[in-house]
């Protein structure tokens, strides 16, 4: 089964794992953890443009909260931080026709719903509009406003889209205090 954006075959293990250590219960160790998502993001960044970069910058924005308040070990933080810098910059595709990314919904309000909306992006026959956001990102907005009247396939098109990534790693980057330079 093919996927809506490029995924590994573990993603659900991976993403139980980022889970756990963003909501403070990993057992393992969580420092390997974070360092082996940046290196994926890296070697993924490197690769051909149908790489897993979203899915790795996902990782990275998940475990941003540990690497921001969780006391990790040296060099994690500058390891994410230098990952996360080479995909923002990597934004130089100009502008697209849309007028709103997955990105611009609120950074905790994705965190909360990331898990539901990559179990959407790994499914190519669900692309429903409350699966691939959280429901709090309608709330107040007026009936002609994006996203609300997107339907789900445009609202995909919106994660599909290649300035999605670099939005999120910009975003992680901002939790972290940390800029684009």
Not at 70 to 99: F, M, N, Q, W, Y
Not at 147 to 170: H, I, K, M, Y
Request: charged share 25%; proline share 8%; hydrophobic share 40%.
């Amino acid at each position: 089964m093919s996927t809506v954006i490029p995924m590994p075959a573990n993603w659900a293990d991976l993403c139980s794992s980022w889970e756990e250590i963003r909501h403070g219960y990993h057992a393992g160790d969580k420092d390997a953890t974070v360092r082996d998502c940046a290196r994926r993001l890296d070697t993924t960044a490197a690769g051909p443009k149908d790489g897993p970069v979203l899915f790795w910058t996902l990782g990275l924005l998940t475990l941003a909260p540990y690497v921001a308040f969780g006391d990790p070990g040296p060099g994690v933080e500058d390891e994410v931080t230098a990952a996360l810098r080479r995909i923002a910059r990597g934004d130089d595709s100009g502008s697209c026709a849309h007028g709103w990314h997955p990105y611009d919904v609120d950074v905790d309000e994705m965190l909360e719903h990331l898990p539901t909306a990559l179990e959407v992006l790994n499914s190519p026959a669900d692309h429903t509009l409350n699966g691939l956001l959280p429901a709090d990102c309608l709330d107040g907005l007026d009936d002609g406003a994006e996203p609300a009247n997107l339907s789900g396939p445009e609202v995909l098109d919106r994660w599909q889209c290649p300035r999605t990534a670099p939005g999120f790693a910009r975003a992680a980057l901002d939790h972290l205090g940390a800029t684009v330079h």
